[in-house]
Protein backbone atom coordinates (compact mmCIF):
# COMPACT_ATOMS: atom_id res chain seq x y z
CA UNK A 1 0.00 0.00 0.00
CA UNK A 2 0.94 3.28 -0.99
CA UNK A 3 0.88 6.57 1.04
CA UNK A 4 -1.85 8.29 -0.93
CA UNK A 5 -3.94 4.96 -0.19
CA UNK A 6 -3.29 4.90 2.97
CA UNK A 7 -4.35 7.90 3.47
CA UNK A 8 -7.47 7.58 1.46
CA UNK A 9 -8.02 4.63 3.72
CA UNK A 10 -7.64 6.16 7.11
CA UNK A 11 -9.52 9.07 5.77
CA UNK A 12 -12.95 6.52 5.45
CA UNK A 13 -12.82 5.73 8.60
CA UNK A 14 -13.17 9.49 9.63
CA UNK A 15 -14.15 9.70 13.46
CA UNK A 16 -13.99 5.83 14.29
CA UNK A 17 -11.45 4.48 16.18
CA UNK A 18 -10.87 1.07 14.37
CA UNK A 19 -10.85 -2.20 16.38
CA UNK A 20 -7.94 -4.09 17.00
CA UNK A 21 -6.10 -1.16 15.72
CA UNK A 22 -3.86 -0.82 12.47
CA UNK A 23 -3.14 -4.58 12.13
CA UNK A 24 -6.53 -5.97 11.61
CA UNK A 25 -7.51 -3.26 9.61
CA UNK A 26 -4.32 -4.04 7.35
CA UNK A 27 -4.76 -7.36 7.52
CA UNK A 28 -8.28 -6.95 6.08
CA UNK A 29 -6.99 -5.59 2.72
CA UNK A 30 -7.03 -8.56 0.30
CA UNK A 31 -3.88 -9.32 -0.77
CA UNK A 32 -4.65 -10.20 -4.56
CA UNK A 33 -6.22 -6.57 -4.68
CA UNK A 34 -4.43 -4.14 -6.34
CA UNK A 35 -7.28 -1.53 -5.04
CA UNK A 36 -5.53 -1.68 -1.38
CA UNK A 37 -8.23 0.80 -0.07
CA UNK A 38 -11.38 -1.18 -0.76
CA UNK A 39 -11.34 -2.26 3.03
CA UNK A 40 -13.94 -0.29 4.64
CA UNK A 41 -14.03 -2.24 8.02
CA UNK A 42 -16.96 -2.75 9.39
CA UNK A 43 -17.51 -2.28 13.31
CA UNK A 44 -19.45 -3.74 15.91
CA UNK A 45 -21.20 -1.45 18.77
CA UNK A 46 -22.17 -2.91 22.27
CA UNK A 47 -25.51 -4.28 21.01
CA UNK A 48 -26.97 -1.60 24.52
CA UNK A 49 -29.69 0.00 22.54
CA UNK A 50 -32.68 -1.84 22.15
CA UNK A 51 -33.91 -2.18 18.65
CA UNK A 52 -36.87 -0.29 17.88
CA UNK A 53 -39.93 -0.65 15.36
CA UNK A 54 -41.23 2.07 13.00
CA UNK A 55 -45.11 2.48 14.18
CA UNK A 56 -48.05 1.94 11.30
CA UNK A 57 -49.10 4.38 9.10
CA UNK A 58 -52.80 4.75 9.55
CA UNK A 59 -55.55 4.24 6.62
CA UNK A 60 -55.73 6.94 4.51
CA UNK A 61 -53.12 8.84 6.19
CA UNK A 62 -50.18 11.48 4.19
CA UNK A 63 -46.54 10.73 4.24
CA UNK A 64 -44.49 13.53 4.38
CA UNK A 65 -40.97 13.59 3.87
CA UNK A 66 -38.67 16.05 6.46
CA UNK A 67 -35.26 16.71 7.21
CA UNK A 68 -35.41 16.31 10.82
CA UNK A 69 -33.37 14.58 13.57
CA UNK A 70 -33.21 11.29 15.11
CA UNK A 71 -31.30 8.69 17.40
CA UNK A 72 -29.71 6.53 15.29
CA UNK A 73 -26.26 6.17 17.88
CA UNK A 74 -27.03 5.89 21.59
CA UNK A 75 -28.34 8.93 22.42
CA UNK A 76 -26.20 10.85 19.76
CA UNK A 77 -28.34 12.94 17.36
CA UNK A 78 -28.01 12.83 13.52
CA UNK A 79 -29.51 15.00 10.56
CA UNK A 80 -31.77 12.41 8.96
CA UNK A 81 -34.69 13.11 6.49
CA UNK A 82 -37.76 10.78 7.51
CA UNK A 83 -40.86 10.10 6.43
CA UNK A 84 -43.80 11.89 8.65
CA UNK A 85 -40.30 12.44 11.26
CA UNK A 86 -39.43 8.58 11.97
CA UNK A 87 -36.40 6.63 10.62
CA UNK A 88 -37.03 4.20 9.64
CA UNK A 89 -40.16 5.38 7.74
CA UNK A 90 -43.53 3.97 9.15
CA UNK A 91 -44.51 0.73 7.88
CA UNK A 92 -47.88 0.26 5.51
CA UNK A 93 -49.95 -2.53 6.42
CA UNK A 94 -53.05 -3.67 4.05
CA UNK A 95 -54.49 -6.43 2.69
CA UNK A 96 -54.42 -7.70 -1.47
CA UNK A 97 -58.07 -6.57 -2.52
CA UNK A 98 -57.86 -3.21 -1.06
CA UNK A 99 -56.97 0.20 -2.23
CA UNK A 100 -53.98 1.62 -0.93
CA UNK A 101 -54.19 5.98 -1.10
CA UNK A 102 -51.56 8.68 0.83
CA UNK A 103 -51.68 12.18 0.09
CA UNK A 104 -46.92 12.15 -0.23
CA UNK A 105 -46.35 15.93 0.78
CA UNK A 106 -42.61 16.47 -0.10
CA UNK A 107 -40.97 18.86 2.54
CA UNK A 108 -37.56 18.77 2.14
CA UNK A 109 -35.85 21.04 0.29
CA UNK A 110 -35.45 19.36 -3.06
CA UNK A 111 -37.68 17.40 -4.95
CA UNK A 112 -38.49 13.81 -4.58
CA UNK A 113 -40.78 11.15 -5.31
CA UNK A 114 -41.94 7.91 -3.88
CA UNK A 115 -41.62 4.24 -5.53
CA UNK A 116 -43.38 1.32 -4.05
CA UNK A 117 -40.71 -1.38 -4.52
CA UNK A 118 -41.91 -4.64 -5.84
CA UNK A 119 -45.65 -3.84 -5.96
CA UNK A 120 -47.95 -4.35 -9.50
CA UNK A 121 -48.98 -0.55 -10.18
CA UNK A 122 -50.05 1.79 -12.69
CA UNK A 123 -47.05 3.36 -14.35
CA UNK A 124 -47.87 6.89 -13.11
CA UNK A 125 -48.20 5.58 -9.39
CA UNK A 126 -44.82 4.06 -9.68
CA UNK A 127 -43.19 7.26 -8.88
CA UNK A 128 -41.06 7.84 -12.18
CA UNK A 129 -38.30 10.61 -11.96
CA UNK A 130 -40.38 11.94 -14.33
CA UNK A 131 -43.34 12.43 -11.68
CA UNK A 132 -41.04 14.63 -8.94
CA UNK A 133 -42.70 16.05 -6.68
CA UNK A 134 -40.81 19.78 -5.83
CA UNK A 135 -40.64 20.86 -2.23
CA UNK A 136 -43.39 22.30 -1.19
CA UNK A 137 -45.85 20.29 -3.42
CA UNK A 138 -48.12 16.92 -3.14
CA UNK A 139 -48.93 14.28 -5.06
CA UNK A 140 -51.95 11.36 -4.44
CA UNK A 141 -50.83 8.00 -4.87
CA UNK A 142 -53.82 5.69 -5.24
CA UNK A 143 -53.94 2.14 -6.20
CA UNK A 144 -55.26 -0.69 -5.93
CA UNK A 145 -53.40 -3.66 -4.05
CA UNK A 146 -53.91 -6.87 -6.93
CA UNK A 147 -50.89 -8.89 -5.54
CA UNK A 148 -49.49 -11.62 -2.80
CA UNK A 149 -48.92 -11.07 0.57
CA UNK A 150 -45.11 -10.23 0.98
CA UNK A 151 -42.93 -7.51 2.14
CA UNK A 152 -42.40 -4.87 -0.08
CA UNK A 153 -40.92 -1.65 0.63
CA UNK A 154 -40.78 2.33 -0.67
CA UNK A 155 -38.38 4.57 -0.93
CA UNK A 156 -37.59 7.88 -3.44
CA UNK A 157 -36.25 7.39 -6.49
CA UNK A 158 -35.13 11.17 -7.39
CA UNK A 159 -33.35 11.77 -10.76
CA UNK A 160 -29.88 11.24 -9.87
CA UNK A 161 -30.68 11.62 -6.15
CA UNK A 162 -32.15 8.16 -5.35
CA UNK A 163 -29.04 7.10 -3.27
CA UNK A 164 -28.76 10.17 -1.08
CA UNK A 165 -32.39 10.47 -0.17
CA UNK A 166 -32.67 6.60 0.64
CA UNK A 167 -29.35 6.91 2.45
CA UNK A 168 -30.33 9.96 4.65
CA UNK A 169 -33.41 7.79 6.06
CA UNK A 170 -36.07 8.02 3.38
CA UNK A 171 -37.57 3.80 3.33
CA UNK A 172 -40.56 2.29 4.79
CA UNK A 173 -41.60 -1.66 4.85
CA UNK A 174 -44.82 -1.91 2.65
CA UNK A 175 -45.91 -5.28 4.14
CA UNK A 176 -49.59 -6.97 2.15
CA UNK A 177 -51.08 -9.65 3.68
CA UNK A 178 -53.50 -12.02 2.09
CA UNK A 179 -56.03 -14.82 3.14
CA UNK A 180 -53.58 -17.57 1.86
CA UNK A 181 -50.75 -16.19 4.02
CA UNK A 182 -52.93 -15.96 7.10
CA UNK A 183 -54.38 -19.62 7.14
CA UNK A 184 -50.58 -20.38 7.78
CA UNK A 185 -50.53 -19.09 11.54
CA UNK A 186 -46.85 -17.94 11.11
CA UNK A 187 -45.60 -16.74 13.97
CA UNK A 188 -47.15 -13.31 14.49
CA UNK A 189 -47.47 -10.07 16.45
CA UNK A 190 -44.57 -9.71 18.22
CA UNK A 191 -42.96 -12.81 16.81
CA UNK A 192 -43.15 -11.12 13.74
CA UNK A 193 -40.56 -9.05 12.89
CA UNK A 194 -39.51 -6.33 10.21
CA UNK A 195 -35.49 -5.73 10.00
CA UNK A 196 -34.09 -3.47 7.50
CA UNK A 197 -30.91 -3.69 7.22
CA UNK A 198 -28.56 -0.74 6.39
CA UNK A 199 -24.93 0.66 6.66
CA UNK A 200 -23.78 4.25 7.03
CA UNK A 201 -20.66 6.26 8.15
CA UNK A 202 -20.61 8.28 10.50
CA UNK A 203 -18.69 11.13 11.05
CA UNK A 204 -17.13 12.50 14.18
CA UNK A 205 -20.11 14.26 15.32
CA UNK A 206 -22.44 11.52 13.92
CA UNK A 207 -23.77 13.07 10.71
CA UNK A 208 -23.97 10.97 7.79
CA UNK A 209 -23.51 13.67 5.11
CA UNK A 210 -23.63 11.93 1.78
CA UNK A 211 -20.32 13.19 -0.16
CA UNK A 212 -19.46 9.81 -2.16
CA UNK A 213 -15.87 9.90 -4.12
CA UNK A 214 -15.66 8.93 -7.58
CA UNK A 215 -14.15 5.58 -6.03
CA UNK A 216 -17.60 5.76 -3.91
CA UNK A 217 -20.10 5.72 -6.95
CA UNK A 218 -17.74 2.99 -8.46
CA UNK A 219 -18.17 0.81 -5.97
CA UNK A 220 -21.51 2.10 -4.19
CA UNK A 221 -21.45 3.89 -0.55
CA UNK A 222 -20.57 1.36 1.59
CA UNK A 223 -20.52 2.46 5.61
CA UNK A 224 -18.66 1.21 8.34
CA UNK A 225 -21.52 0.95 10.98
CA UNK A 226 -24.51 -1.33 10.61
CA UNK A 227 -28.05 0.16 11.48
CA UNK A 228 -31.32 -2.00 11.70
CA UNK A 229 -34.84 -0.03 11.46
CA UNK A 230 -32.51 3.13 12.15
CA UNK A 231 -30.76 1.66 15.24
CA UNK A 232 -26.98 0.94 15.11
CA UNK A 233 -25.83 -2.16 17.27
CA UNK A 234 -28.87 -2.78 18.12
CA UNK A 235 -30.09 -5.75 20.98
CA UNK A 236 -34.14 -7.50 20.97
CA UNK A 237 -35.76 -9.22 23.94
CA UNK A 238 -37.16 -12.61 22.65
CA UNK A 239 -38.69 -15.69 24.23
CA UNK A 240 -38.11 -19.14 23.75
CA UNK A 241 -40.26 -18.96 20.68
CA UNK A 242 -40.59 -19.47 16.86
CA UNK A 243 -40.07 -16.31 15.14
CA UNK A 244 -40.79 -14.88 11.76
CA UNK A 245 -38.17 -12.56 10.52
CA UNK A 246 -38.71 -10.25 7.64
CA UNK A 247 -35.37 -8.91 6.46
CA UNK A 248 -35.13 -6.15 3.71
CA UNK A 249 -31.25 -5.21 2.89
CA UNK A 250 -32.08 -1.22 2.21
CA UNK A 251 -28.60 -0.64 2.13
CA UNK A 252 -27.32 1.44 -0.66
CA UNK A 253 -24.78 -1.15 -1.74
CA UNK A 254 -23.75 -3.40 0.66
CA UNK A 255 -24.23 -7.30 0.26
CA UNK A 256 -25.07 -9.38 3.39
CA UNK A 257 -24.11 -12.89 3.83
CA UNK A 258 -26.59 -13.48 7.04
CA UNK A 259 -26.41 -15.93 9.21
CA UNK A 260 -26.69 -17.24 13.35
CA UNK A 261 -24.01 -16.89 15.56
CA UNK A 262 -24.76 -19.82 17.33
CA UNK A 263 -24.71 -21.82 14.14
CA UNK A 264 -28.68 -21.78 14.08
CA UNK A 265 -30.30 -23.58 11.05
CA UNK A 266 -33.13 -21.72 10.09
CA UNK A 267 -35.98 -21.93 7.40
CA UNK A 268 -37.00 -19.51 4.81
CA UNK A 269 -39.89 -19.58 3.91
CA UNK A 270 -40.01 -16.09 1.46
CA UNK A 271 -38.54 -13.61 -0.60
CA UNK A 272 -38.98 -10.45 -2.67
CA UNK A 273 -42.70 -11.99 -4.11
CA UNK A 274 -43.89 -13.38 -1.17
CA UNK A 275 -43.77 -17.21 0.15
CA UNK A 276 -42.03 -19.53 -1.78
CA UNK A 277 -43.88 -22.96 -2.55
CA UNK A 278 -42.01 -24.54 0.81
CA UNK A 279 -39.67 -24.03 3.88
CA UNK A 280 -35.73 -24.44 3.04
CA UNK A 281 -33.53 -25.43 5.49
CA UNK A 282 -30.64 -23.10 5.37
CA UNK A 283 -27.56 -21.45 7.59
CA UNK A 284 -27.06 -18.67 5.69
CA UNK A 285 -28.48 -16.33 3.32
CA UNK A 286 -26.96 -13.72 0.43
CA UNK A 287 -29.08 -10.81 0.40
CA UNK A 288 -28.42 -8.08 -2.01
CA UNK A 289 -29.62 -4.33 -1.97
CA UNK A 290 -33.28 -4.82 -2.75
CA UNK A 291 -33.90 -7.92 -1.67
CA UNK A 292 -36.04 -9.18 0.95
CA UNK A 293 -35.94 -12.41 2.97
CA UNK A 294 -38.49 -13.72 5.07
CA UNK A 295 -37.26 -16.29 7.37
CA UNK A 296 -38.56 -18.10 10.48
CA UNK A 297 -36.03 -18.79 13.62
CA UNK A 298 -36.63 -21.64 16.06
CA UNK A 299 -35.61 -20.46 19.31
CA UNK A 300 -37.95 -22.65 21.50
CA UNK A 301 -35.21 -24.95 23.09
CA UNK A 302 -32.96 -21.78 23.91
CA UNK A 303 -32.19 -21.02 27.53
CA UNK A 304 -33.07 -17.93 29.09
CA UNK A 305 -30.13 -15.89 29.04
CA UNK A 306 -28.72 -17.03 25.71
CA UNK A 307 -27.94 -14.33 23.03
CA UNK A 308 -27.78 -15.06 19.35
CA UNK A 309 -26.05 -12.45 17.29
CA UNK A 310 -27.62 -12.15 13.44
CA UNK A 311 -24.47 -11.67 12.18
CA UNK A 312 -22.57 -11.10 8.46
CA UNK A 313 -19.97 -14.04 7.48
CA UNK A 314 -17.23 -13.60 4.97
CA UNK A 315 -18.34 -14.60 0.82
CA UNK A 316 -16.77 -14.38 -1.95
CA UNK A 317 -18.03 -11.11 -3.25
CA UNK A 318 -15.29 -8.84 -4.93
CA UNK A 319 -12.82 -6.78 -4.26
CA UNK A 320 -14.84 -4.64 -2.26
CA UNK A 321 -17.59 -6.55 -0.42
CA UNK A 322 -17.85 -9.87 1.82
CA UNK A 323 -14.28 -9.47 2.96
CA UNK A 324 -14.77 -9.09 6.97
CA UNK A 325 -17.54 -10.78 9.56
CA UNK A 326 -19.29 -8.69 11.91
CA UNK A 327 -22.41 -8.43 14.43
CA UNK A 328 -25.76 -7.03 13.26
CA UNK A 329 -28.18 -7.66 15.95
CA UNK A 330 -28.06 -9.40 19.29
CA UNK A 331 -31.14 -11.24 20.24
CA UNK A 332 -31.60 -11.86 24.12
CA UNK A 333 -33.93 -14.85 25.28
CA UNK A 334 -35.32 -13.15 28.71
CA UNK A 335 -38.54 -15.70 28.74
CA UNK A 336 -39.73 -18.96 28.73
CA UNK A 337 -41.91 -19.57 25.35
CA UNK A 338 -45.51 -20.09 25.81
CA UNK A 339 -46.86 -20.45 22.23
CA UNK A 340 -45.71 -23.82 19.97
CA UNK A 341 -45.83 -23.47 16.66
CA UNK A 342 -45.25 -26.23 13.86
CA UNK A 343 -43.51 -25.68 10.52
CA UNK A 344 -45.54 -26.17 8.13
CA UNK A 345 -44.54 -28.22 5.10
CA UNK A 346 -46.01 -26.54 2.12
CA UNK A 347 -46.59 -23.09 1.88
CA UNK A 348 -47.84 -21.79 -1.30
CA UNK A 349 -48.80 -22.78 -5.00
CA UNK A 350 -46.32 -21.08 -7.56
CA UNK A 351 -46.75 -22.03 -11.04
CA UNK A 352 -43.65 -21.59 -13.24
CA UNK A 353 -43.90 -19.18 -15.90
CA UNK A 354 -43.69 -21.13 -19.50
CA UNK A 355 -40.60 -20.07 -21.33
CA UNK A 356 -40.86 -22.01 -24.57
CA UNK A 357 -37.91 -22.51 -27.14
CA UNK A 358 -39.14 -19.14 -29.00
CA UNK A 359 -39.93 -17.13 -26.07
CA UNK A 360 -38.27 -13.81 -26.66
CA UNK A 361 -34.77 -12.75 -25.06
CA UNK A 362 -33.99 -9.80 -24.33
CA UNK A 363 -29.96 -9.12 -23.51
CA UNK A 364 -28.55 -6.89 -21.22
CA UNK A 365 -24.62 -6.18 -21.39
CA UNK A 366 -24.41 -4.89 -17.58
CA UNK A 367 -20.37 -5.64 -17.57
CA UNK A 368 -19.36 -1.38 -17.92
CA UNK A 369 -16.55 -3.41 -19.65
CA UNK A 370 -16.10 -0.70 -22.38
CA UNK A 371 -14.54 1.69 -19.89
CA UNK A 372 -18.51 3.17 -19.06
CA UNK A 373 -17.71 2.24 -15.23
CA UNK A 374 -14.72 4.87 -15.30
CA UNK A 375 -15.43 7.83 -17.48
CA UNK A 376 -16.14 11.35 -16.82
CA UNK A 377 -20.18 11.97 -16.32
CA UNK A 378 -21.22 15.36 -17.62
CA UNK A 379 -19.78 18.46 -16.83
CA UNK A 380 -18.74 19.23 -13.59
CA UNK A 381 -20.29 16.53 -11.65
CA UNK A 382 -17.45 14.31 -11.27
CA UNK A 383 -19.96 11.32 -11.44
CA UNK A 384 -18.81 8.34 -13.27
CA UNK A 385 -21.21 6.27 -15.04
CA UNK A 386 -22.57 2.78 -15.18
CA UNK A 387 -24.23 1.59 -18.35
CA UNK A 388 -26.37 -0.50 -19.18
CA UNK A 389 -26.00 -1.82 -23.30
CA UNK A 390 -23.32 0.69 -23.51
CA UNK A 391 -25.64 3.78 -22.77
CA UNK A 392 -26.58 5.70 -19.64
CA UNK A 393 -30.07 6.39 -18.31
CA UNK A 394 -31.56 8.70 -19.95
CA UNK A 395 -35.11 10.19 -18.57
CA UNK A 396 -36.78 10.58 -21.83
CA UNK A 397 -35.43 7.32 -23.79
CA UNK A 398 -37.17 3.95 -24.09
CA UNK A 399 -35.16 1.66 -24.70
CA UNK A 400 -37.16 -1.57 -24.50
CA UNK A 401 -41.16 -1.74 -25.77
CA UNK A 402 -42.97 -4.96 -24.46
CA UNK A 403 -46.48 -6.15 -24.83
CA UNK A 404 -48.93 -6.63 -21.64
CA UNK A 405 -49.36 -10.66 -21.19
CA UNK A 406 -46.46 -10.91 -22.77
CA UNK A 407 -43.50 -13.55 -21.53
CA UNK A 408 -39.76 -12.64 -22.21
CA UNK A 409 -37.02 -13.44 -20.87
CA UNK A 410 -34.45 -10.71 -19.25
CA UNK A 411 -30.75 -11.63 -19.70
CA UNK A 412 -28.44 -10.04 -17.27
CA UNK A 413 -24.97 -10.55 -19.00
CA UNK A 414 -22.09 -9.68 -16.63
CA UNK A 415 -19.64 -12.16 -17.82
CA UNK A 416 -17.16 -9.07 -19.03
CA UNK A 417 -17.58 -7.24 -15.58
CA UNK A 418 -16.12 -7.09 -12.63
CA UNK A 419 -18.44 -5.85 -9.64
CA UNK A 420 -21.88 -7.31 -8.82
CA UNK A 421 -24.88 -5.77 -9.52
CA UNK A 422 -28.42 -6.21 -8.42
CA UNK A 423 -30.78 -6.38 -10.80
CA UNK A 424 -34.31 -4.74 -10.18
CA UNK A 425 -37.54 -4.36 -12.29
CA UNK A 426 -40.24 -2.28 -11.66
CA UNK A 427 -44.02 -3.64 -12.19
CA UNK A 428 -43.44 -6.59 -12.48
CA UNK A 429 -42.35 -9.85 -10.29
CA UNK A 430 -40.37 -12.58 -12.40
CA UNK A 431 -38.85 -15.46 -11.87
CA UNK A 432 -34.99 -16.47 -11.79
CA UNK A 433 -34.55 -19.13 -14.25
CA UNK A 434 -30.42 -19.87 -14.80
CA UNK A 435 -27.27 -18.44 -13.42
CA UNK A 436 -24.18 -19.56 -15.33
CA UNK A 437 -20.72 -17.96 -14.93
CA UNK A 438 -19.54 -16.89 -11.85
CA UNK A 439 -21.37 -18.69 -8.86
CA UNK A 440 -22.81 -21.22 -11.27
CA UNK A 441 -26.10 -21.95 -9.76
CA UNK A 442 -29.34 -20.90 -8.51
CA UNK A 443 -30.56 -20.41 -4.56
CA UNK A 444 -32.93 -21.04 -2.47
CA UNK A 445 -34.25 -17.85 -1.72
CA UNK A 446 -34.25 -16.93 -5.38
CA UNK A 447 -37.07 -19.19 -5.96
CA UNK A 448 -40.67 -17.97 -6.26
CA UNK A 449 -41.20 -14.70 -6.96
CA UNK A 450 -38.72 -11.18 -7.24
CA UNK A 451 -38.22 -8.30 -8.54
CA UNK A 452 -34.48 -7.65 -7.45
CA UNK A 453 -31.56 -10.79 -8.58
CA UNK A 454 -27.79 -10.72 -7.65
CA UNK A 455 -25.91 -10.54 -10.83
CA UNK A 456 -22.01 -10.93 -9.48
CA UNK A 457 -19.46 -10.44 -11.79
CA UNK A 458 -18.66 -12.71 -14.67
CA UNK A 459 -22.41 -14.07 -14.65
CA UNK A 460 -25.18 -15.01 -16.20
CA UNK A 461 -28.56 -14.69 -14.99
CA UNK A 462 -32.27 -15.50 -16.81
CA UNK A 463 -34.95 -14.43 -15.71
CA UNK A 464 -38.83 -15.44 -16.93
CA UNK A 465 -41.44 -12.18 -16.65
CA UNK A 466 -44.72 -11.93 -17.70
CA UNK A 467 -45.72 -7.96 -18.35
CA UNK A 468 -49.17 -7.01 -16.46
CA UNK A 469 -51.79 -5.06 -18.41
CA UNK A 470 -50.24 -1.85 -17.08
CA UNK A 471 -49.71 0.02 -19.63
CA UNK A 472 -46.64 3.12 -19.47
CA UNK A 473 -43.08 3.55 -18.68
CA UNK A 474 -41.06 1.68 -16.15
CA UNK A 475 -38.01 1.41 -15.29
CA UNK A 476 -34.90 -1.51 -14.71
CA UNK A 477 -32.14 -0.83 -13.35
CA UNK A 478 -29.11 -1.93 -10.89
CA UNK A 479 -30.34 -1.49 -6.92
CA UNK A 480 -26.49 -0.53 -6.41
CA UNK A 481 -28.09 2.53 -5.71
CA UNK A 482 -24.94 4.76 -6.89
CA UNK A 483 -24.78 2.84 -9.95
CA UNK A 484 -28.41 3.81 -10.36
CA UNK A 485 -28.11 7.14 -9.94
CA UNK A 486 -24.83 7.45 -12.64
CA UNK A 487 -26.93 5.99 -15.24
CA UNK A 488 -27.16 1.87 -14.51
CA UNK A 489 -31.21 2.51 -15.33
CA UNK A 490 -33.39 1.90 -18.67
CA UNK A 491 -37.18 2.73 -19.10
CA UNK A 492 -39.23 0.03 -20.38
CA UNK A 493 -42.91 0.73 -21.91
CA UNK A 494 -45.59 -1.90 -21.24
CA UNK A 495 -47.99 -1.83 -24.51
CU1 LIG B 1 -36.16 -0.16 -4.94
CU2 LIG B 1 -36.24 1.38 -8.69
O1 LIG B 1 -36.18 0.63 -6.84
CU1 LIG C 1 -38.56 -0.90 -7.44
CU1 LIG D 1 -24.57 -2.13 -10.24
Known sequence: MNRKEFIKLTSLTS???????????????????????????????SFSKALTFPGLLNKGASLTSFATVAQLVGEKSTSVWTYNGSCLGPTIEINKGDNFSTKYINELSEESVIHWHGLLLPSDMDGHPDNTVFPGNSFDYNFPIIQRAGAYWYHPHTHMKTARQVYMGLAGFFIVRDSEELSLNLPSGANEIPLAIQDKRFFHDYSINYNPTMDDVMTGYLGD????????????????????LRILNGSNARIYNLNFSNGNTFYIIGNDGG?????????????????????????????????????????????FQGADS?????????????????????????????????????????????????????????????????????MKRIDAVVNAGDTEVWHFDNSMGNEPHPMHMHGVQFQVISRTGGRSQLFPVEGGWKDTVLVMAKEQVKVAVTFPNYKGKFLMHCHNLEHEDSGMMINFEIQ
Open 15 to 45: GWIVAGGMGTFLNSCRKDNVMMRTAIKVKEG
Open 326 to 394: FKILKFKITQKGSNSFTLPSSLSLINPIQVLPTTFVRNFDISNASGGAHAQHGAGSGMMEHKINGKAFD
Open 225 to 244: AIIVNGTFAPYHEVKAEWYR
Open 275 to 319: LLPAPIQATSVLLAPGERCDLLLDLSSGNIGDEIYLQNNVFNGDN
